[in-house]
């Protein structure tokens, strides 16, 4: 039997955060952020086995964040599973854990000054979800003040909030290099989620139109934008338990719509609700 491994060293507080850091850096580490809300999966551990790849001492932040959460939202329900993602990490070869209680984030109950997300904040999932990248942005600015990481992980699934992190980053001249990482998918196709455990048995079937769709839309790409459109409702159309927020294709240096004449590289979004839970996904392609 193969011994178990040590658990990753787990830190409730700032100080305890920047203390630990402190150490990896005077060491000669390079110190890596991987931000979770929890609930880990193989994409989430994706993210350790990359930081692992490059040596870097790997603290992975396990943090509910109310500010990212609209009314009527899942944050009451969101799933806590602080000692199986503890363990998981420990498999994973991650060095800490930052799991912060709300009031260690939020001494005044809340932020007063927060980021703004920009006009891309306001469309698809911010449209969605109203102040939901200002929150997002927000907390992610807090942990890299707290734990001021050479890099840090952000995955492509979460492709909206991959892009704004990039623009905050750029625009506010954070010292910290993003690493994006590729989605993780079930081997029936769909994205990995902390919220793919909300779905029923037939929803779980039922949300397979959504990578589905984004491969109708890849092999339509070569006939252009109209076409990929087309394809994606095609499949859309098939599945009456779907209801589908948008279907989208966006430039991935904007993250506007492309133009009917856009060639080139493009990003086609989605978001759909499956039963009670809302997923998105997204897929590159290349319109000709």
């Keep these: 039997m193969m011994p178990a491994r040590t658990r990753p060293q787990l830190l409730e507080t700032i100080e305890s955060v920047r203390s630990a850091t402190a150490a990896a850096r005077d060491a ?27 040596d870097a001492f790997t603290i992975v932040s396990i943090f509910v964040n109310p500010l990212q959460f609209g009314a009527g939202e899942d944050f009451d329900r969101y799933p806590r599973t602080l000692d199986a993602d503890l363990d998981a990490l420990a498999v994973a070869g991650a060095d800490a854990v930052f799991a912060p209680a709300v009031g260690e984030m939020y001494p005044d109950g809340g932020a007063r000054v927060t980021v703004s997300a920009g006009p891309v904040g306001t469309t698809f ?10 929150g997002a942005l927000t907390v992610v600015a807090k942990l890299f003040n707290i734990v ?27 010292p910290v290099r993003i690493e994006p990482i590729e989605t993780v998918r079930e081997p029936d196709g769909l994205a990995r989620s902390s919220r793919n455990r909300y779905l029923s048995p037939a929803d ?33 159309s098939g599945e009456e338990h779907v209801d589908v927020d948008y279907f989208a294709v966006v430039d991935p240096a904007t993250f506007t719509p492309v133009p009917d004449e856009f060639r080139g590289h493009a990003l086609a979004i989605v978001a759909a609700r499956v039963g009670a839970t809302r997923l998105i996904d997204n897929a590159s392609i290349r319109l000709a």
């Design 28 to 54: 000669g580490r390079p110190v890596a952020l991987v931000p979770t809300m929890g609930a880990l999966h193989d994409g989430h551990l994706a993210h350790v086995e990359r930081t692992r790849e490059l």
């Design 125 to 134: 999932e911010g449209r969605a979800r109203p102040g939901h990248f200002d």
């Design 148 to 174: 001021r990481p050479d890099l840090a992980t952000f995955g492509r699934k979460d492709a909206q909030q991959l892009f704004l992190v990039e623009r905050m980053v750029r625009d506010l001249d954070m």
């Design 204 to 236: 779980r079937r039922a949300a397979l139109v959504l990578p589905r769709a984004l491969e109708a839309a890849q092999s339509s790409a070569d006939r252009g934008i109209d076409a990929v459109l087309a394809a994606a409702q095609s499949v859309f």
